[in-house]
């Protein structure tokens, strides 16, 4: 009950830290989903020169629709991405985390829970002015949920990425780079840029091998209605998910050794 | 309450030539430095002790103290501390230590103090009367009470660190550690800082080590120190005996309204005048002090004299300059 108590109070300081700095917050967080998706918006829109135009199926405003829900999707599920907990580690920053009695991974995740209900009341609010905009049309109300709480999984597992990626900084000296290529990757192959049908027969055939459709493509069509996907990408992203957790505490025990506290 | 027994921590770098030349060889040949931060060290302090730890920069006091919380894991040897092994780092262990940092804050920056407090008071499952009662009593010795609900980023240096005090005593500790906690503060705040940390001792008996580089820090809180150099031991015992190991004269001063015609009287006590010969530093046999001091008030033009106020601040400063001394001791 009292580790409970240190959850709540750490995610209620959490709100708190995040809107310390709001415009900060817009520029880190929600300013890259938007301009990515309005980029998305103008280049799709210069694509398809004629209104009845089809693009392997899609007509602009299905393509526009798919979009929209790309963007509650980032919004929702990659929240975690502006953390930098490496920073914490090669600025012997971590050092506070090792004397409290309250861990590190405690403290990252309960900060992530913190972010991440932020992160869902501006995606509702973005929902909703995407509705009112007549540029998504919701599905039935337990299609919804589903696609909520499969997007909240998605969440976890790029949680779970950033905190693997984080604490390599134990041997590498940034990142940072490292992690927003593989975000970019990710992005590319999961059907955040282009929708995964658009891709070469070949190339579909091997994607459905790897988690990459599971954290885009698969949850924005649930937005949109298919549940296609939701079983193979349920599996997936709890095995990755599961994996991750060993992997991160095998780093952890071995990182600690290596852990100098610089700067102290 | 702490026992170390033939503590050893080693750190490997590895060398890099300079310029784009050695930045590109260092890609596939690499030499490995090794270095023993701390070696071979034993150490043993007991329960409600305030031991100052000294030494140069690089000497090793913060990686005993690294290691002594917890935060990095020795290379060999035992260490005990309050019964545990601090590298376990059970949660029970925490509970006990606190760490103050003078170079690190542990306060979250971008929310109000009492925020931080807060969420401190929920990690050390303190109850919530004990809570404000600590806080509003530290608050009011340490003049903070107005800065509470102020940005810790907006603090000034002192501010700050009279919060992080509070912030790592909340709990009551068994045993604080206190690496430079008065790095970069003004006299004022220096003095307060000291205060409450010689109160708090009286008050609760925690057992308290304490590094840094302010011997007046440590002439007013510690009985006694330990002095390490290159990672090895050099000294441990009472602060009086420390000040003795260059011998027991005591260092004295007199300042003159005329320089002295005749300066022979002074020559034997290591006499260094200044360059208008109207003050002089003298180092008097202890048995000599009153006798001589008297002979110079009485015979002299004396405007006014002082014996030194931290003789462990010149034994440190020769001790760095010459460490060969110690071997002769």
């Not at chain 1, 600025?91 to 004397?99: A, E, P, T, V």
């Not at chain 2, 030539?17 to 596939?28: E, R, V, Y």
């Not at chain 2, 109207?278 to 009485?298: C, D, H, I, N, T």
């Amino acid at each position: 009950m009292s580790n409970f108590k240190k959850w709540l109070e750490t995610i209620r300081i959490g709100w708190s830290m995040v809107t310390a700095y709001r415009l900060n917050f817009f520029l880190l967080i929600i300013g890259p989903a938007l301009v990515f998706y309005f980029i998305k918006v103008s280049l799709w829109s210069a694509v398809y020169t004629d209104k009845d135009m089809l693009i392997n199926g899609y007509s602009l405003p299905q393509m526009l629709h798919y979009h929209a829900w790309a963007l509650i999707v980032v919004l929702m599920a990659q929240s975690s991405n502006g953390v930098n907990l490496g920073e914490d580690i090669r600025f012997g920053r971590m050092s506070k985390y090792l004397i409290y009695p309250f861990n590190f991974w405690e403290f990252h995740t309960a900060s992530f829970i913190s972010f991440q209900t932020i992160q869902f009341v501006i995606a509702i609010f973005t929902l909703a002015l995407l509705c009112f905009s007549d540029l998504v049309s919701l599905p039935s109300f337990s299609n919804l949920m589903i696609a909520f709480a499969y997007t909240s999984l998605v969440g976890i597992f790029w949680f779970s990425v950033q905190y693997t990626t984080g604490l390599l900084a134990f041997w590498l000296e940034e990142t940072w780079t490292m992690r927003v290529m593989f975000q970019l990757l990710v992005n590319f192959l999961s059907g955040s840029i282009i929708p995964i049908s658009f891709f070469p027969a070949w190339a579909q055939n091997y994607l459905q091998y790897t988690p990459f459709p599971s954290l885009t493509y698969t949850p924005i069509n649930l937005f949109m209605g298919q549940m296609q996907g939701l079983h193979q990408g349920l599996i997936t992203i709890t095995i990755s998910i599961v994996a991750m957790f060993f992997i991160n505490t095998y780093i952890w025990r071995r990182g600690l050794r290596l852990f100098t506290a610089a700067g102290m | 309450m702490i026992t170390t027994k033939k503590l050893i921590k080693k750190y490997v770098s590895y060398k890099k030539q300079p310029g784009i030349k050695g930045a590109i060889k260092s890609l596939w040949d690499r030499s490995f430095i090794e270095k023993n931060a701390v070696d071979a060290f034993d150490l043993e302090i007991g329960k409600g002790e305030i031991v100052g730890l000294l030494g140069p920069n690089g000497a090793g006091k913060t990686t005993l103290m690294k290691m002594f919380t917890g935060i990095i894991v020795p290379s060999s040897g035992d260490l005990e501390v309050l019964g545990f092994n601090p590298f376990d780092r059970k949660k029970e262990f925490r509970k006990k230590i606190a760490l103050v940092m003078g170079q690190k804050s542990q306060l979250w920056w971008d929310i109000p103090a009492m925020d931080s407090l807060h969420l401190i008071k929920a990690y050390y499952e303190i109850p919530t009367a004990d809570f404000n009662e600590r806080v509003a009593e530290m608050a009011k010795i340490l003049n903070v009470e107005e800065l509470l609900h102020v940005h810790v980023r907006k603090l000034s240096l002192g501010e700050r660190m009279k919060l992080e005090l509070m912030a790592s005593l909340l709990h009551q500790p068994e045993v604080i550690f206190l690496d430079e906690p008065t790095i970069g503060l003004d006299l004022v705040a220096q003095d307060a800082i000291r205060n409450f940390i010689k109160s708090y001792h009286e008050k609760y008996n925690p057992t308290v080590i304490l590094t840094s580089h302010y011997m007046q820090d440590v002439q007013s809180l510690c009985s006694r120190l330990v002095l390490i150099m290159n990672g090895e031991k050099k000294f441990d015992g009472d602060i009086l005996d420390f000040e003795k190991i260059l011998g027991t004269d005591k260092v004295v001063s007199f300042n003159f309204e005329t320089s002295p015609s005749d300066k022979s009287a002074f020559e034997k006590y290591n006499a260094k005048w200044d360059l208008n010969g109207l003050s002089v530093e003298l180092a008097l046999p202890q048995q000599e002090l009153r006798a001589f001091s008297g002979y110079v008030l009485e015979h002299f033009d004396v405007i006014d004299f002082q014996t030194e106020k931290l003789p462990i601040e010149r034994v440190m400063k020769q001790l760095m300059l010459r460490p060969e001394l110690l071997n002769h001791e």
